[in-house]
Structure formats: C-alpha cells, structure tokens
C-alpha cells in the first residue's frame, strides 16, 4: 500500500489542500491520502485555532464522495502538541508494511532541522515538497542547503498548479463579510456561515 500523509490545522479546508492532495496521488499513484488535523501545532501555540472536531467535520465534509481521501483524527485524540515523528510513528504500527509518504508544502522544508527528530521522520517516511504558487522551483540544491544531503535522498519534489489560497486569507475575508465561494466545497461554505467560524478577531 502507498499512502499519503496530509498534516495541517485545515482553518479551514480549502481547494488548495484538496489539489495538492489529489496532484500527489495520481503523481505518485497513492492508494489513499489520509488528511491529519493537528490538535494543537507546535509552531502556532500562540495563535488561535478553531476547536478540532469543527476543523475535522469540515475535512469531511470536503472530502464526501471521495474514498482515495480519509480523515483521520488520531492527532485530536492524542493529548499535547502534535509532533510528526509520533504521528509517523503510528501509522507504521497501524499499516505495517505500507509506503508513507509525508506531503508538506516545499516552503515547510526550510525549517524541517527545527522539528522534532527529523532524521527519523525521513527513516518512517518520505517527504514530498510541493511547489506551492508565486514561489520559486525548489532546486535539489536549495533542498541541500536546508535538510542536508543524507535526507535530501528522502525526499521528492513535486509541482502544483496555480491555486494561490490559504485559510489567514480565507478567514480575512470572511471577517470583512466576504463570501469563499469557489475558495471551498460549498458544503465547508456552509458549515462556517451555520456555526459563525471566524467572525470574532484571532487572539
């Protein structure tokens, strides 16, 4: 089995998350991508994030009608922060055998030393740097320069199609009584309108 691993706070979901996802799995011909929502980020404990199973319940909702994509909420579950090497970890015990695939946007590899026991990460998965749009190609040399070369051999590269949205933006816009139609499925659209998401200022 080839499994994709999709990690994020998804505040919210948005088509951004959806394409990278479905450009990894047909480029790298995964069996399913399972999209992880953190309970509490390591690199965002100082800024204000929705409640889990709300983040989650969008996931899903984005996610109906799709069975290559999964939600799986083992990180809300779990208690503290949401390292990746023990999130990894678990999905090696659970689907033994499998090829993980850790995809990240290529932005994230610039401070991939700082993370809990990177060389471990790279050892239980490899990485996939998505070119993220309106940044330069990351080169093999640039990768170098930031993980070393011993895990430079662990990690791929991927390119994604123009879709330039994040979910500060999207929560921007709904505070400024904007409308995220065609920024996620309509059922996400609903969800955030029916439960007031984002309305009130991040602390």
Same mark, same amino acid.
């Given at each position: 089995?080839r499994?994709?691993?999709?990690?994020?706070t998804?505040?919210?979901?948005?088509?951004? $998350?959806?394409?990278?996802?479905?450009?990894?799995?047909?480029?790298?011909?995964?069996?399913?991508?399972?999209?992880v929502p953190a *309970?509490?980020p390591? $690199?965002?404990? $100082? $800024?204000q994030?929705s *409640?889990?199973?709300l983040?989650?319940d969008m996931?899903?909702?984005?996610?109906?009608?799709?069975p290559?994509?999964?939600? /799986?909420r083992r990180?809300l579950k779990r208690?503290?922060?949401s390292? +990746?090497? /023990?999130?990894?970890t678990?999905?090696? *015990? /659970?689907?033994?055998?499998?090829e993980?695939?850790?995809?990240v946007? *290529?932005d994230s590899l610039?401070?991939f030393?700082?993370w809990?026991?990177?060389?471990?990460?790279t050892?239980?998965a490899?990485l996939?740097a998505c070119n993220?749009?309106?940044?330069?190609?990351l080169?093999?040399?640039?990768?170098m320069?930031?993980?070393?070369?011993e895990?430079?051999?662990?990690?791929l +590269?991927?390119?994604?199609?123009?879709t330039d949205?994040?979910g500060?933006e999207?929560?921007d816009?709904?505070?400024?009584g904007?409308?995220l139609r065609?920024r +996620?499925p309509?059922?996400?659209?609903?969800?955030?309108?029916?439960h007031?998401?984002y309305?009130?200022? /991040?602390?």
């Amino acid at each position: 089995m080839r499994l994709g691993i999709l990690g994020g706070t998804f505040d919210p979901v948005h088509y951004g $998350h959806l394409l990278l996802a479905e450009v990894c799995r047909t480029q790298l011909k995964l069996d399913e991508v399972r999209f992880v929502p953190a *309970a509490t980020p390591p $690199h965002k404990l $100082h $800024h204000q994030i929705s *409640a889990g199973h709300l983040r989650a319940d969008m996931l899903s909702l984005a996610v109906s009608g799709y069975p290559e994509f999964v939600v /799986d909420r083992r990180e809300l579950k779990r208690q503290g922060s949401s390292y +990746t090497v /023990d999130t990894l970890t678990e999905f090696s *015990a /659970d689907f033994l055998g499998a090829e993980l695939y850790f995809l990240v946007g *290529a932005d994230s590899l610039r401070n991939f030393l700082s993370w809990r026991e990177p060389e471990r990460i790279t050892r239980l998965a490899t990485l996939v740097a998505c070119n993220r749009p309106g940044l330069p190609e990351l080169k093999a040399e640039q990768v170098m320069e930031w993980v070393g070369a011993e895990m430079t051999e662990r990690i791929l +590269t991927l390119h994604m199609p123009g879709t330039d949205i994040s979910g500060s933006e999207m929560r921007d816009h709904v505070r400024a009584g904007g409308s995220l139609r065609f920024r +996620t499925p309509r059922a996400v659209e609903a969800f955030i309108i029916e439960h007031g998401l984002y309305r009130q200022s /991040d602390a």
